[in-house]
């Protein structure tokens, strides 16, 4: 686990798939690529525009702080007869928490209605099977943005809101994936399973 602060370090999100998120009435909904207000913008076809400005504005603002943990799921294999038991690695486990000044009702719509990003047409409602357009890529960067970790299929898995009578208000997002993150110098931006790791 590492902790960053806010000021030390870029997010940003995009979906996975060709369908970004935007807010309608008091309801998410998956669109295409919106030129204003609040919207999680679509898997982009650049990297080079994911910590930009402009319609492509996908990072995060006003952030806190961030806590990163990357670990794996081990499962312990004892064969009869032999003292010393197996490790062996199940998958990937990645976590990532961030804590920003809350500036509206955006994320609370996300996290009730599109927690597990969209499928190319509309939400995903988490039922299927998974595939590479399931969830969020949410991508980290140090303030220089030299290396960046990409971290695929991560799905939207708590939302709480610190209030504070006499101080901001602040709200914490936690996203989850059990696929291997990507570290380069540049954000990765093809499809999960096309990238050579």
């Known amino acids: 686990m590492v902790y960053f602060l806010g000021r030390d370090v870029k997010v940003a999100i995009t979906t996975e798939s060709a369908k970004g998120?935007?807010?309608?009435?008091?309801?998410?909904?998956?669109?295409?690529?919106?030129?204003?207000?609040?919207?999680?913008e679509p898997l982009e076809s650049d990297g080079a525009n994911i910590f930009g400005?402009?319609?492509s504005y996908n990072q995060f603002t006003d952030v806190t702080g961030v806590d990163l943990t990357l670990g794996k799921i081990d499962e312990d294999i004892?064969?009869?007869?032999?003292?010393?038991?197996l490790k062996a690695e199940i998958k990937n486990e990645?976590?990532?928490?961030?804590?920003?000044?809350?500036d509206g009702k955006f994320w609370d719509h996300v996290?009730?209605?599109a927690r597990y990003g969209t499928n190319g047409s509309d939400l995903t409602d988490g039922l299927a099977?998974?595939?590479i357009t399931y969830g969020y890529r949410l991508y980290l960067a140090l303030d220089d943005t030299v290396e960046v970790i990409s971290m695929p299929n991560?799905?939207?898995a708590d939302h709480s809101v610190a209030l504070n009578v006499d101080g901001t208000?602040?709200?914490t997002l936690t996203f989850t994936s059990h696929v291997e993150p990507i570290i380069s110098t540049d954000p990765v931006v093809s499809a999960t399973g096309t990238t050579a790791l």
């Open 129 to 131: 099977q998974p595939g």
């Open 78 to 85: 004892a064969y009869m007869g032999q003292r010393t038991a």
């Open 21 to 40: 998120v935007s807010i309608s009435g008091n309801a998410a909904i998956g669109t295409a690529a919106a030129t204003s207000g609040d919207v999680i």
């Open 154 to 156: 991560m799905v939207f």
């Open 94 to 102: 990645t976590t990532l928490v961030i804590t920003k000044k809350k």
């Open 169 to 171: 208000t602040e709200e």
């Open 53 to 55: 400005t402009g319609s």
């Open 111 to 113: 996290f009730m209605d």
